[in-house]
């Protein structure tokens, strides 16, 4: 019965803006650490940011550290995606996902049991 959904991606140029969502449901979203994972074509997945709703800890991938900036809303049950000054290598589809069993942030793929089906993100010139 647990399910996310991402929704928000589209084009836009480099230098520029989105703002992913992601929508649970079946779950309280405070229970489980959630995180965002992206993956370009041809390439393996790669973990982008995590947050637990326990206790507000966030982390990010070096590569987006300093421009992109995740965000939860337990009475919503929304965890949201900023991402700013976007480059070509941004590039990719953005997954939502929720941990097993843990409320914690974790980076490691192996943790996390429900996926949403992905939004694309394209930064193009």
């Known amino acids: 019965q647990a399910r996310v959904a991402e929704s928000g991606g589209g084009l836009v140029a480099p230098g520029g803006s989105l703002r992913l969502s992601c929508a649970a449901s079946g779950f309280t979203l405070n229970y489980y650490g959630m995180s965002w994972f992206r993956q370009a074509p041809g390439k393996e997945r790669e973990w982008v940011s995590c947050i637990s709703m326990t206790d507000g800890t966030t982390h990010y991938a070096d590569s987006v550290k300093g421009r992109f900036t995740i965000s939860g809303d337990n009475a919503k049950n929304t965890v949201d995606l900023q991402m700013n000054d976007l480059e070509p290598e941004d590039t990719a589809v953005y997954y939502c996902?929720?941990?097993?069993?843990?409320?914690?942030?974790?980076?490691?793929?192996?943790?996390?049991?429900?996926w949403g089906q992905g939004t694309q993100v394209t930064v193009s010139s």
């Open positions: 996902a929720r941990n097993r069993g843990s409320r914690w942030c974790s980076e490691y793929e192996r943790e996390y049991g429900y």
